[in-house]
């Protein structure tokens, strides 16, 4: 993260910084805000499908809470809020942990489906100013999303056939491992292995497929928002495909595991900006830092207190 920090602002005038920062207008940022809470809602709408199988009772409420706890646990310890919301459900809603964290596996490859799907994207828009850019982030994004669709088909190959895999594993675990030992990993296997049953469901994908592309497109209109909101929009004509683009090489930021992609989104933000858009340096990373600032605000201030009160209620228990 410090490295990250020092390469994006190390050599920054921070008064021009906040001068171009403080263009925007409150109702701008109630804005974005409200399109950030928007897709929130809409991830977890996606992730209520794949638990529906195993979870009905949790609601798109109890998910979003629990993204919101995620996300704001992210900011203090990278990819801590993967296991953090998957505890928040256990509290709230007495859903197990194994299977829930096979879901938020699911999700996570799909997330990287869809990154690689927008950055091709991205690529047909702008190919030549992005491949004079960043020469390999064509064939990097091409073997990644082989890599992804090969996970997500094992997975469901999986799910298909969980009685054979685990018939398979469990001579093997007896074999090397202490009988008690083997059978608590075979156990939690199974249960891992249920919260896969959503992909066994052909409607679901449909569900899984629109709540993916809304998901995205709303990331795309925060950016958009961002670029209006401070009067990108009209001087450098940052349109809807400029916010896809920028959404979509951003993101990379965001897979590097920085405490709340402080620094690596700011670099992936304002670089694109930079030299695809032409926009001054103290500009770009203006517009990266408002972007990254109001969601993280955002997610602190939803999933700060609800993570406390969850896990106060939880001690009373």
């Known amino acids: 993260m410090v490295f990250f920090l020092h390469w994006a602002f190390g050599d920054q005038d921070l008064d021009l910084l906040w001068e171009a920062l403080s263009d925007i207008t409150v109702q701008w940022i109630v804005l974005i805000t409200a399109i950030t809470i928007g897709t929130l809602y809409i991830r977890a709408w996606r ?11 949790v609601t798109a409420h109890d998910a979003a809470l629990a993204l919101a706890i995620c996300y704001a646990s992210n900011v203090v310890i990278p990819r801590s809020g993967e296991v ?12 197990s942990l194994s299977p829930v964290i096979a879901t938020v596996v699911v999700e996570r490859i799909m997330d990287m489906f869809w990154l690689i799907v927008y950055i091709g ?92 592309l809304l998901l995205n497109t709303g990331y795309v209109l925060i950016i958009f928002a961002t670029f209006a909101g401070m009067g990108l929009s009209e001087t450098y004509s940052l349109g809807f495909p400029a916010a896809l683009v920028i959404m979509a090489i951003s993101s990379l930021g ?16 304002a670089l694109p900006l930079q030299q695809i858009y032409h926009l001054p340096e103290t500009s770009a990373l203006a517009c990266a830092t408002l972007a990254h600032a109001l969601a993280t605000l955002t997610y602190l201030l939803l999933g700060g207190p609800a993570l406390l009160f969850q896990w106060l209620r939880q001690r009373k228990g």
């Open 254 to 269: 965001v897979v590097v595991p920085t405490p709340g992609g402080m620094g690596s989104y700011h670099v992936a933000f």
């Open 47 to 57: 992730w209520t499908v794949l638990m529906r199988p195993f979870a009905p009772q």
């Open 84 to 95: 953090l919301r998957s505890i928040s459900l256990k509290w709230t809603r007495n859903v």
């Open 121 to 212: 994207l991205a690529i047909f828009l702008q190919r030549e100013a992005i491949n004079n850019a960043f020469p390999s982030l064509e064939t990097a994004s091409l073997i990644v999303l082989v890599l992804c669709l090969v996970a997500l088909v094992g997975l469901l190959l999986i799910s298909v056939y969980q009685h054979r895999a685990i018939q398979w594993l469990e001579p093997f675990l007896k074999r090397f491992f202490p009988i008690q030992l083997a059978e608590k990993a075979i156990g939690l296997l199974t249960t891992f292995l249920k919260g896969l049953a959503s992909l066994q469901n052909p409607f679901a994908y449909l569900e899984l497929i629109l709540s993916s």
